[in-house]
Structures are given as structure tokens and as C-alpha cells.
């Protein structure tokens, strides 16, 4: 299974200034049909996950853009350009290339 | 739009076994895979398994073979996971989620079953 690793596991942040996210997979996220399937989800208090980024740098629909997603192979990053309050939650990273699909262990991100 | 409605929360004792249904609507059903996702209490989200709507494709995680069983009813664009010999470690808030080619972009509200004594 690829293991998904995400730095850092807690992220207090100031208002309006940016954070970061870190997630590194144990193999490879490229997938034979030349995508790389490495997504971001936002998790906030009592509301189901939310997609937020995918193939590594593509917001989805409705996602500020204050989120963006870069990176490639093995290594990815997700970053808040501005922290709102309503950005408080844990953030997952996700791969998709390969069978199980694999998570990392989520990053908190709060306000300071 | 896109909605995915889950049955209600459910208590178990150890040993039982658990069906979730979650009924789809907003889109064509039978055009998207389904997965099932867990969060169990201070733990990441754990994939559990994908299911196509329409024909016999199924793929569980390994850890939950023998144990899990998802099933699909087109009449009713609902999709279900049944997971059986329940014990405390499968205590969790259990997800349907659309995946639209890899990605998952459409979670439903999440079921919570407690199991326990």
C-alpha cells in the first residue's frame, strides 16, 4: 500500500497569513495514464469531507482561491494563501493512482 | 445538484452485522463508481472500498474482505455497505462518496455506528 505522509500533523496559523501543508507518498503517484492522482480534502466540524484540490493542483469547483495545490512524483503541498476562519479543520491528502486508496494522517489546521 | 443521503446513525453489540444505504440524486447514477470511506474517533479517513452502480465490479480493501459487502439498486439510485462481526475498532463515521474519474467529489453526510456492549 502506499503510505501517505503529511507534515506538519498540527498548524496554528494568525489570520490572514498563510500556511502550509506538506504530504509525501512512499512510492510514485504517477499513474500509467500520465496523471497523477493526488488530491486535498477539507474536513471541517460536523459536515462531511469536501474536496478541495485534485490531480495535485486543480481547485474544484466552488474552492476559493486563496487554495492551491503544486508539487509532483512523490512530494505535494497545499497552501492557504490567506487563513480565514472558516478554514479551520483537518486537511487530508489522498492518492488515487493506486488500489487501496490511501490517506494522510491529517494536518489541523487552527487559528492562533 | 448532487446529493447523497445516508441512513441514519446505528448501534451495535460485537458480533452483529451493520447495512448503510445511501441514495443518490442530482445526477446520472449509474455513470459514477461509488466508494465507502470510515473515520473512526481520532483517526484518519480509511478507505474502504468502491463499487460500480451498474455492473458487478467490486474492489474492497483487503483488510475488510470476507467482511464487507456492497450492493447497488439502480431503481433506486441507492447504493448500501454491509460490514459484519462487528467489534469496538469498527466504531466510525462511515462515508458514500461519487467519484467523478479518481476523484472523490461528492460525500454524503456520513452514518455513525457505535458498537458496543
Known amino acids: 500500500d502506499i503510505v501517505m505522509t503529511q507534515t506538519p500533523l498540527s498548524s496554528p496559523v494568525t489570520l490572514g497569513q498563510p500556511a502550509s501543508i506538506s504530504c509525501r507518498s512512499s512510492e510514485s503517484l504517477v499513474h500509467s495514464d500520465g496523471n497523477t492522482y493526488l488530491s486535498w480534502y477539507q474536513l471541517r466540524p460536523g459536515q462531511p469531507p469536501r474536496l478541495l484540490i485534485y490531480k495535485i493542483s486543480n481547485r474544484f469547483a466552488g474552492v476559493p482561491d486563496r487554495f492551491s495545490g503544486s508539487g509532483a512524483g512523490t512530494d505535494f503541498i497545499l497552501t492557504i494563501s490567506r487563513v480565514e476562519a472558516e478554514d479551520v479543520g483537518i486537511y487530508y491528502c489522498m492518492q488515487a493512482t493506486q488500489f487501496p486508496r490511501t490517506f494522510g494522517q491529517g494536518t489541523r489546521v487552527d487559528i492562533k | 445538484q448532487v446529493q447523497l443521503v445516508q441512513s441514519g446513525a446505528e448501534v451495535k453489540t460485537p458480533g452483529a452485522s451493520v447495512k448503510i444505504s445511501c441514495k443518490a440524486s442530482?445526477?446520472?447514477?449509474?455513470?459514477?463508481?461509488m466508494h465507502w470511506v470510515r473515520q473512526a474517533p481520532g483517526q484518519s479517513l480509511e478507505w474502504m472500498g468502491i463499487i460500480s452502480p451498474v455492473t458487478t465490479y467490486r474492489h474492497y480493501a483487503q483488510k475488510f474482505q470476507g467482511r464487507v459487502t456492497m450492493t447497488s439498486d439502480t431503481s433506486t439510485s441507492t447504493i448500501y455497505m454491509e460490514l459484519s462481526s462487528l467489534t469496538s475498532d469498527d466504531t466510525a463515521v462511515y462515508y458514500c462518496?461519487?467519484?467523478?474519474?479518481?476523484?472523490?467529489?461528492?460525500w454524503g453526510q456520513g452514518t455513525l455506528v457505535t458498537v458496543s456492549s
Open positions: 442530482g445526477y446520472a447514477f449509474i455513470n459514477y463508481f
Open positions: 462518496v461519487r467519484a467523478d474519474v479518481q476523484d472523490f467529489d461528492s
